[in-house]
């Protein structure tokens, strides 16, 4: 019989903790597809993050630590440069990344580490029941901002590939969303840039994809994509924010 | 043999670099040794002072709680150690810089215009080696040898210049005890 | 064993960590200690080794435990306020079953304290100190000798136990020389990757995850027992202290570390006078010399504990002597160090009173 579909090799058969709709599953997939495609599962290690991927390694199959909350950059530092052959890749929402994490994250840029970080951002604490996080946009409901987000008392989202493409050691950094096929294929193409920007020795890459939460946006799935092109692609726009020298 | 040596002046006097010296030249001669800094907390031209102990025992505290012998570099530093000095221990005095006698009649003072010779020596930061040596030839804790192959250890590349200056206040200072020592 | 060398404590720290086969440090500045990373700053990058200047204190353990993860022998140097900020990479590092070396010079505090020589991060070191049940394997060596043969002990310790080890000392070991004759080198070409190790799966039948996460409370409790177990081995193969003219003492001190080292000239100072005092010295802190101070206690009249910090060890002293014979205190704080004289004052108090 001919193989019209095969799941990538390092996609284990242990259903998924995600609820029904998350994209989660999609970015699982595109790195999976990405290192099989460029042969890197067996050189992989994935640094997991504390928010709903915490089991992320139960998913895809390679060697994998689990950081604690927001210091995924900061381990995936201590193993790149003991191990500079390996190919060294942090999985991190955006509460785990842009809030409590955001120091080691700035400074794993501001050093050029040569790894690569894949940043899933759904503008909330999707594990923890839906709180506001950095990324929650002007005026959102949240289990923390009840009334809405407001600026005046907790400022605006923040951009993180915008702030780290200022820092000269970043390589590669990029905005994706994960809300159409169109969306996914480029979000493909800008993650294997980075994977190349690391495999080729350049620097620090980071791929921002622009997620949803359609349990605590209380939507459904096809609501939620519809939110991401209507409300926050606006605010988070796509595009290549930084791609030095090099990078393909 | 356990000889305690407490060196105290201003940073950049030379306290811990004769003190090291003496440290290191014990340490040649196979003996144990401590060296113990105390700093002032700004990071120049506060006062400073350091404990060497030099022993042919293992020693136990670093510490010197009552000093047996000190070289004295300034006047905070005198008033400061002074009184805690042992009965008949030796206070060697860089009297250049200290207006005030000595208070109390029982220790052994040696008082030495230190900066004013080294300055007639050729160099006037020597004046703490002159000052060891004169510890050095009346407590012996090593010999005036070991200090000076110790010093060549210290003063290299482009330092290595003021050996022969250095060698020479020691030498002075070494005068300078004998003349003590036979005053007596 | 080579030729002795006259060092600065914390140098000797790098040196003897770097002749142990430490392959990588990641740290951050802190006084009184900044002297071991500028150290190993010079030497690393000579060796092909790494050293790296975190962002902070929190960024460094967790680089450590990166590094710790691919079973490198990994080091961080720190201070007080400092290891504070370390606390969470070192619980997330005991459930993980990773080796590395933590050395802690002491300062005093609490806060921002001073930079002076302190001892009062004992509990904080022996107890665990982050959150969760745990212990790390605690050192205290009393001379710089010690300290640069311990250094080695520390690694494979760690390594043999898949464990953090913390060498405590403080600011007053750190700034000090003394001679100092440094062990062999260790051939860093025989390492390679434990079985365990996270590099990327390549040539192994099974992949690799390192993990202190176990949702399911069995799995955890199991977890749980699983490192009890081994701190139980730890407790029964690895307690090392020192007596010091112990056998016919009537009085005993009990101290670590400078304080210890003090206390050797106070046992002296008693010797003199005829009176048979004597020092139990706890190397390990964590396994602690229990049942040493249960058996001591039968020939002793008491004990006296002295450490600069309110008491710390002294609960641990107390709890092997459970009630069997006095246990007196006399401590420093905020990084006062006491004279031997000080020390022996106090002690002295106590036998008058006594009698």
Redesign the interface.
């Known amino acids: 019989m001919k193989t019209v579909y095969k799941k990538p090799e390092s996609i284990t058969n242990k259903p998924t903790t995600y609820c029904p709709g998350c994209p989660h599953g999609i970015a699982h997939r595109l790195v999976a597809e990405l290192l099989e495609e460029m042969n890197l599962?067996?050189?992989?290690?994935i640094?997991?993050p504390v928010g709903c991927s915490?089991?992320g390694?139960y998913f895809i199959?390679?060697?994998?630590?689990?950081?604690?909350h927001g210091?995924a950059c900061?381990?995936?530092?201590?193993?790149k440069?003991?191990?500079p052959?390996?190919?060294v890749m942090t999985y991190q929402g955006d509460g785990d990344l842009a809030s409590i994490g955001i120091?080691?994250t700035?400074?794993a840029a501001a050093?050029g580490e040569k790894i690569t970080v894949v940043y899933i951002n759904n503008g909330n604490y999707g594990m923890t029941g839906g709180q506001m996080a950095p990324t929650t946009l002007i005026g959102q409901k949240t289990t923390t901002s009840p009334y809405g987000r407001d600026p005046k008392l907790t400022g605006f989202p923040m951009h993180v590939p915008e702030m780290l493409a200022t820092l000269e050691a970043t390589a590669y950094i990029a905005r994706a969303a994960l809300d159409s096929p169109q969306h996914i294929i480029q979000a493909k193409k800008f993650l294997k840039k980075a994977f190349n920007t690391q495999v080729n020795g350049i620097g620090f890459s980071l791929v921002e994809m622009i997620s949803s939460c359609p349990t605590n946006w209380k939507m459904t799935p096809v609501e939620a994509m519809e939110r991401i092109r209507q409300e926050v692609l606006p605010v988070f726009p796509i595009g290549e924010f930084k791609v030095a020298e090099g990078v393909e | 043999m356990e000889k305690k040596l407490i060196i105290a002046g201003f940073g950049g006097q030379g306290v811990m670099l004769a003190g090291e010296l003496l440290a290191e030249a014990g340490k040649e001669e196979n003996k144990y040794v401590t060296f113990l800094p105390s700093y002032g907390p700004e990071m120049r031209g506060g006062t400073a002072n350091c404990d060497v102990i030099i022993s042919d025992e293992p020693i136990a505290s670093p510490i010197i709680s009552y000093p047996e012998a000190t070289i004295i570099l300034n006047l905070p530093s005198l008033d400061k150690f002074e009184p805690m000095m042992k009965k008949d221990g030796l206070l060697v005095l860089n009297k250049s810089l200290i207006p005030r006698e000595v208070k109390r009649d029982d220790l052994r003072v040696v008082g030495v215009d230190a900066q004013t010779i080294a300055k007639e020596l050729g160099n006037e930061k020597a004046a703490n080696m002159i000052l060891l040596g004169v510890y050095v030839a009346i407590e012996k804790p090593v010999s005036l040898d070991s200090v000076k192959s110790a010093m060549k250890l210290f003063l290299k590349g482009k330092k290595e210049k003021f050996i022969s200056a250095n060698e020479k206040a020691l030498e002075k200072g070494v005068g300078i005890a004998k003349e003590f020592l036979g005053g007596k | 064993m080579g030729e002795k060398i006259l060092m600065k404590g914390a140098e000797v720290i790098a040196e003897a960590a770097i002749r142990a086969g430490c392959m990588a440090f990641f740290g951050y500045p802190i006084t009184p200690q900044n002297e071991v990373p500028e150290y190993f700053s010079r030497r690393m990058p000579k060796l092909g080794r790494v050293f790296l200047q975190a962002g902070s204190e929190v960024a460094a353990i967790n680089m450590v435990y990166g590094a710790a993860c691919t079973g490198t022998r990994v080091i961080t140097t720190s201070s007080s306020p400092g290891i504070s900020l370390m606390q969470e990479g070192f619980s997330y590092i005991a459930n993980s079953d990773v080796p590395c070396v933590v050395v802690n010079a002491m300062r005093g505090g609490p806060g921002l304290g001073d930079i002076a020589p302190a001892q009062a991060d004992y509990s904080q070191a022996v107890k665990g100190g982050g959150h969760g049940d745990y212990h790390s394997i605690v050192i205290a060596p009393h001379t710089l000798q010690e300290e640069a043969d311990l250094m080695f002990d520390a690694f494979d310790l760690a390594d043999k136990y898949r464990i953090m080890t913390v060498v405590l000392v403080d600011g007053l070991m750190g700034q000090m020389m003394e001679p100092v004759e440094f062990k062999e080198w260790v051939d860093v070409k025989k390492f390679k990757a434990p079985d365990w190790a996270t590099v990327g799966q390549r040539d192994r039948d099974q992949r690799n995850i390192i993990t202190s996460l176990e949702i399911l409370p069995e799995g955890l409790e199991k977890m749980n027992l699983r490192l009890q177990e081994k701190y139980r081995k730890i407790e029964k193969n690895e307690i090392r202290f020192e007596e010091y003219k112990m056998d016919d003492a009537e009085y005993a001190i009990t101290a670590f570390g400078t304080v210890a080292r003090i206390a050797k000239t106070v046992v002296g100072m008693a010797r003199d006078e005829g009176i048979k005092l004597g020092l139990i010295r706890p190397i390990t802190l964590w396994p602690f010399p229990t049942k040493l101070i249960e058996k001591r206690a039968k020939q002793l009249k008491f004990f006296f504990d002295s450490e600069l910090n309110a008491g710390q060890m002294l609960e641990d002293v107390k709890l092997a002597v459970n009630g069997r014979k006095p246990v007196y205190f006399y401590g420093k704080l905020g990084g006062v160090v006491p004279s031997a004289e000080d020390i022996y004052k106090e002690f002295k108090k106590h036998m008058e009173g006594g009698r």
């Open positions: 599962t067996r050189e992989t290690v640094v997991w915490v089991f390694y199959g390679t060697d994998a630590v689990e950081a604690a210091r900061a381990m995936a530092t201590g193993i440069r003991t191990h052959e390996s190919f120091a080691e700035v400074h050093r």
